[in-house]
């Protein structure tokens, strides 16, 4: 290690760069006991912009009774969208969760230029988590997927339980394939694959891609979302990379669960994963040491301290980078 980051050995096979889409404001969020006022989530969100994270998952439009945790979304995304229109490399990406069309029009009416849409490759999972079969799940992203197109909005689909699910156990490969091609033949640009309760493994990551791509399903396509549940995220994301994924989904700090799936931890946590990539010698953007000042500034706000490893081992100096960035900024005031 040197000064806080890892010696760099880029390995054969892997890409040059990665695209991180950090979902801790919305999946790590949705999931806290407590509700964080708007105000403190539009300050982790500009601290996220300010370590270099370029896709931010800012939070959802679904039914505030079904997630009273991002029952602000009116009020956070204006606060916030300043970040989409910086210039160049600058602008942030802001995707937020619509379940539906009046999820969709309230996130449009704001402004969003992208949504994503959630199903599940599992019945148990797709009437806990959306009131709904997988078919009609189907059916209702419909409308969404072309109604967002028309607007000129990008559209994700995520598909959960794409490994095991907490009532219906393990989920056969060609089951996640079938929805997966269903996702993509609405329309959706992209298919972020949800090891929603952790359980998935390298050997089992590959066999997923590898179908998919049997299935007419490219690569380039595919993004990867872990939770970290049985501490197999990152070596199922070294797989996904191997293969050729290039997003991966992470937290940071490691925040995040789902309401509707008891046995869903924290998310692989973005500290983690870019320890990890920096080593391969693999770009991001990111500075790990603002993003670590930013877990740790939101651990406190929490009030308990951040699950990622790496938050963990480098706190003590990130927490004396986050004071010396606020003593430099009020000497310049
Ligand atoms: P429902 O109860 O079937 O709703 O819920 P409905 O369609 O029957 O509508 C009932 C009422 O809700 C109506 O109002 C609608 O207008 C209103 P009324 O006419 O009775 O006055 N309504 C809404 N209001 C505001 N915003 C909306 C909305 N939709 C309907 N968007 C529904 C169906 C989909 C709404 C509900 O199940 C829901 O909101 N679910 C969201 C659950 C959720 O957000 N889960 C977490 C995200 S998924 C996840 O974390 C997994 C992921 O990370 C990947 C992984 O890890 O695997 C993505
Ligand atoms: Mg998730």
Request: glycine share 10%; proline share 6%; hydrophobic share 40%.
């Amino acid at each position: 290690m040197i000064d806080g980051l890892p010696m760099a050995f880029p390995a054969e096979g892997l890409p040059a760069r990665v695209r991180v889409h950090e979902v801790g404001p919305r999946d790590g969020l949705q999931n806290e006991s407590a509700v964080v006022p708007v105000e403190v989530k539009a300050e982790f969100i500009r601290r996220l912009a300010d370590a270099g994270l370029r896709t931010i998952e800012a939070t959802s439009f679904v039914h505030p009774k079904w997630v009273p945790q991002l029952a602000d979304a009116e009020r956070l995304f204006p606060s916030v969208f300043d970040l989409a229109d910086r210039e160049g490399d600058e602008a942030v990406r802001l995707p937020v969760l619509v379940p539906n069309e009046r999820g969709l029009e309230r996130a449009l009416a704001l402004g969003a230029r992208e949504v994503a849409v959630f199903g599940s490759a599992t019945e148990s999972f797709a009437k806990a988590n959306l009131n709904r079969t997988v078919d009609e799940a189907l059916a209702m992203f419909e409308p969404v997927v072309a109604r967002a197109k028309e607007a000129g909005a990008g559209v994700r689909g995520y598909l959960s339980m794409c490994f095991g699910d907490p009532w219906e156990g393990p989920v056969p490969v060609a089951t996640v394939v079938g929805v997966c091609r269903r996702l993509l033949d609405l329309g959706c640009d992209e298919l972020s694959l949800g090891d929603t309760i952790g359980v998935a493994t390298p050997g089992h990551v590959t066999a997923l891609l590898t179908a998919l791509n049997e299935a007419g399903v490219p690569t380039d396509r595919l993004a990867v979302h872990f939770h970290d549940t049985y501490g197999q995220a990152l070596a199922n994301t070294l797989a996904a990379l191997r293969h050729g994924v290039t997003t991966v989904d992470s937290s940071a700090g490691g925040l995040g669960g789902c309401p509707y799936a008891k046995s869903a931890t924290g998310n692989l946590a973005t500290e983690d994963l870019v320890w990890m990539l920096h080593g391969l010698g693999i770009d991001t953007g990111i500075d790990l040491g603002r993003l670590t000042a930013t877990s740790v500034w939101m651990a406190e706000r929490l009030g308990r301290p951040s699950p990622s490893r790496t938050v963990r081992a480098l706190a003590p100096r990130s927490t004396t980078t986050a004071s010396q960035d606020s003593r430099d900024s009020h000497k310049e005031q």
